[in-house]
């Protein structure tokens, strides 16, 4: 383990840590010993630190380096209005199986509109029985009392271990359709992990939502004469 935390004084506090060979209570310790520092930063009072706000857990699941920084790029758009935490986790064939490598951020910014806002970013880089195992590697991380999203950057592996264990633990699935490999294979798949995963499990879709404008649209186009 080769763990690192440095303290950035830029106009807004940022706080990070990198550890190599670590295990999931090794990132725990830091992400909570780093949210002790940061309260401690931002009341700039020892003995009155400001409690941390989140409404939301996003993990992110990528397979290459450019599928990372998209989810990192997605989750730090999320976190200027909304307070979150999100991880991101990438198999690295580099790694040695079983190893873990991580890094983990968190910033506050002040929008004009709205009060501070609170940003945590965990990224892990896994290989082997850690990326089989994801809810295992995940749980320990989450907050209590605010939903998690599950988000496949890629097509999600459909019918295998790692996605139905990643369930076990999120409220909801968030896929794009249209980076779907199969997309006929894919939606069936789709259909069917709905169908028989917890009831609870909601279901998001980027391509969907890109067409809302046009599907607004059409149906302002074939609505009643009046309505």
Not at 1 to 15: C, F, G, K, N, R
Not at 134 to 162: C, H, K, M, N
Request: net charge negative.
């Amino acid at each position: 383990m080769a763990p690192a935390l440095s303290i950035t004084t830029s106009q807004e506090p940022s706080l990070e840590w990198h550890g190599e060979n670590v295990t999931i209570g090794d990132v725990l310790n830091a992400l909570n010993g780093i949210r002790k520092k940061f309260a401690m930063a931002e009341a700039g009072d020892e003995e009155h630190p400001h409690p941390r706000n989140c409404v939301m857990t996003l993990v992110a699941l990528t397979a290459t380096e450019g599928e990372e920084r998209r989810a990192q790029r997605a989750a730090k758009a999320i976190a200027a209005h909304h307070p979150s935490l999100a991880i991101v986790v990438r198999d690295n064939a580099e790694l040695s199986a079983g190893q873990i490598e991580a890094w983990v951020t968190t910033d506050t910014h002040r929008p004009a509109t709205a009060g501070t806002v609170q940003f945590e970013l965990v990224t892990l880089h896994v290989r082997g029985a850690a990326r089989e195992h994801l809810a295992a590697l995940i749980d320990p991380l989450l907050l209590s009392g605010v939903p998690t999203y599950l988000w496949w950057v890629s097509t999600p592996p459909f019918g295998q271990r790692e996605l139905d264990d990643a369930l076990k633990v999120c409220d909801a699935l968030v896929v794009d359709s249209a980076r779907f490999e199969a997309p006929y294979r894919s939606f069936l798949a789709l259909s069917q992990l709905v169908s028989s995963s917890h009831r609870r499990l909601g279901l998001a879709d980027f391509q969907w939502s890109r067409l809302t404008p046009w599907r607004e649209s059409v149906a302002h186009f074939f609505s009643p004469v009046g309505m």
